[in-house]
């Protein structure tokens, strides 16, 4: 038997939202799995996001930068091991300038290996490493091209870019919106078809045990998890989510009222958690 101790169990509660005792039931029933024990309260019907089982705590600062034809944003988290250096005046400036930087590189990588006055940014971040007594390093790092790319910034948290299908009128501040939804929303994809099937079906089969608990017959169960598989999506991809100004339209019909046929081609999100 696993040895599951309070840590474990105050970990998984502060994941998911769910109760101390069902957590621990949860992780001892899982033998101490953490991404099994989350399963095991969503199928008894807890109330358990899909995603966000593996986020860690960071500190640090979130940013964002696009090109001057607004074709091409990246975004980056510089990660620190405290909130008071994270909102130091200096470390976000170094954050906005290797963000402006990176747009010039495909890679976290090629960016670390670049100059930065005289020396490469890897040779920085450990210079400032020293300067300051925190390990500094670049955590989440995305690029995105488009016909029209703009970004947000959510209390220096979180970072977000969004691209649209062309630069009409209205393309910037359309864009800002729903990379602002993206912030608030954290989708796990732009729509269905970027959703992993290995997602898919663990939800199918989430839906089904929820079903069965309820005490649904087995020959009704296919067609109700399909919908609660299109509620999945609803709530989860970013075009199908209800906008967040206006809840009577998804992102995809706002972007629609913006230009007849515009569309949201992708989005990226670098977010400390």
Not at 91 to 115: G, H, P, R
Not at 182 to 194: D, Q, R, S, T, V
């Amino acid at each position: 038997m696993a040895n599951i101790t309070a840590a474990d169990v105050n970990k998984l509660r502060q994941t998911t939202g769910a109760g101390m005792m069902d957590c621990k039931k949860a992780l001892v029933e899982a033998e101490g799995d953490f991404e099994l024990a989350v399963e095991i309260l969503r199928k008894k019907g807890q109330k358990v996001a899909a995603n966000r089982s593996d986020r860690e705590s960071t500190e640090g600062a979130a940013v964002a930068a696009v090109n001057a034809d607004k074709t091409l944003g990246v975004v980056l988290t510089l990660n620190c091991e405290t909130d008071f250096v994270g909102k130091n005046e200096g470390f976000v400036a170094l954050a906005k300038q290797l963000v402006e930087q990176a747009l010039n590189f495909q890679t976290k990588e090629e960016l670390l290996a670049s100059d930065f006055n005289g020396i490469t940014v890897a040779e920085k971040l450990i210079e400032q490493t020293g300067v300051i007594g925190e390990k500094i390093e670049i955590g989440n790092f995305e690029r995105l091209e488009g016909a029209f790319v703009g970004s947000y910034i959510h209390s220096g948290k979180i970072a977000t870019i969004v691209a649209l299908s062309a630069n009409v009128e209205g393309a910037d501040e359309a864009a800002k919106n729903v990379a602002m939804q993206a912030a608030a929303m954290n989708p796990i994809a732009l729509n269905e078809a970027g959703v992993d099937a290995a997602i898919i079906e663990k939800e199918v089969e989430i839906a089904k045990e929820q079903l069965r608990a309820e005490g649904k017959p087995e020959a009704m169960l296919e067609n109700i998890s399909k919908g609660k598989i299109q509620r999945f999506y609803k709530d989860n991809t970013l075009v199908n989510q209800d906008y967040i100004k206006d809840g009577s339209l998804s992102v995809a019909k706002y972007v629609e009222t913006v230009s007849a046929g515009l569309t949201v081609t992708g989005f990226k999100r670098a977010a400390l958690a």
